[in-house]
């Protein structure tokens, strides 16, 4: 049974629209599970997984998620509910006016990381539609060289944003609560089914070894480090305000600290159990060329290739986990939109509908240009990943040295074990994160102007 949730509705600071709030504990977890489970786990980690080495990749994600994502988000819902504004109000309220420039940042890698994440939505909606009329494609590299070519990416990407806008402009509890609440049980239940199907393929040993036993020399990459942090924030939701923006919803009573636990838990159970698919599969089916190519297609190449080989079986397991893949799109791609929005809001007062319709349609005309050019999409895709550790930075160093009295928030609602560590998990946001964040961000630059350099050089 869900709690009820605190039902007192403070005023909206100067005039008088008033916040809502989200209707029950179990919607805002499964809203905010429903924003870091998405692309990112099934799409991005094992691209990223297979591109960064594997196992080692595997091992410093975990421990950067652990380490790093849960202060984070710990920190985005503090200034959220503390402020209970969306990302650049809240960071004028509490930090004074030069510091709305980290909600600004936030408000443009959510608009940006949209822009293409509709697209490759559209992929995965087309491969389910697919799927079910007419089976998939006998040579899969091929058809996704089809899917992604022409005016068809542009369709699918404008028929999943206006599923996002109208969802957005519905509000935070008919709308993101309600889908999520349907969507995201129904979301675990097929990936999990995955994994153990793919458990019985013959000849998946080294899929599995690639995946879990890392080698010692590579744990001490910090280049893997570093992809598996900007990984990390992405599958988080973090560095953009998204968890910001949904705590601003939230009331005193909740326990942060365990709600950014339960979260990051069941973000990294999804993109766990999805390598427990796609590296099986690879291996089983010879496919490791193929993904070893790391182009942003990998696993659109990969995983149809398998469900053709399986036949009839195939077929059904592949429009599940396309049909899998798109809900958790829906929801992720919800939160980003309602950065966006709730931005618009509550800096223009302007109603939701209206903000929900217009950033909608300017990110679906941005996502025109990654829609015809995966090159474009690629690059937008490493340009947002710094923008998020640029943000995060941003977040860590707020909360960490200008909020006002950050332990306050972030023990409102708390007991027990939940309590006793914030103190620690302060000191280590003040002191420690800074120290980790900064290299990466160094680092990922760095790579970006090579990324850049090999698009238009
Ligand atoms: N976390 C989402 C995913 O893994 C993507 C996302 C990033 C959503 C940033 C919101 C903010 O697919």
Known sequence: MPDPIDVEVKKHS????????????????????????????????????????GAAFVVLYIALTL????????AEFSVGRRTRLSPIGAFKKEGGGGWSIVGFLGVLTGFLILSYYSVIAGWVIRYGIEGIISGFAADPAAHFGEITTGIAPIIYHLAFMAVTITIVSVGVEK???????????????????????????????AGYSFYLAPSLSELMSFTTLSEAAGQAFFSLSLGMGAMLTFASYLSKHENLN??????????????FTAGLVVFPVIAA???????????????????????????????????AFF???????????VSLLEVVTASAIDEF???????????GIIITLVGVLPALNLNALGLIDRITEWFLALGALGVTLFVGWRMRNPQEEMLDGASGFFASIVPAVLFFIRFIMPLIIIPVIIYTGLNLVTEFRTVFG
């Open 258 to 271: 365990r709600e950014a636990a339960t979260i990051a838990a069941s973000d990294f159970g999804v993109a």
């Open 175 to 205: 709308g993101i609560e309600k889908a999520s609440l349907i969507l995201m049980p129904v979301l675990f239940a097929i990936v999990l089914g995955l994994a153990v199907w793919a458990f019985t393929l013959p000849g998946s040993d």
């Open 323 to 333: 049909f899998a893949l798109t809900v958790g799109a829906v929801t992720s791609a």
């Open 285 to 319: 089916l010879g496919l490791t060329a193929d993904v070893g190519e790391s182009t942003v297609g990998a696993l659109f190449i990969a995983l149809p290739g398998a469900f053709v080989e399986m036949g009839a079986i195939g077929r059904v397991v592949g429009i």
């Open 67 to 74: 380490i790093m994502g849960i202060p984070l988000m710990l």
């Open 349 to 359: 007062k302007i109603h939701r509908k209206s903000a929900a319709i217009g950033a």
């Open 14 to 53: 100067e005039d008088s629209i008033q916040r809502e709030l989200w209707g029950t504990r179990v919607g805002f977890i499964l809203a905010a599970v429903g924003s870091a489970v998405g692309l990112g786990n099934m799409w991005r980690f094992p691209y990223r997984v297979s591109e960064g080495g």
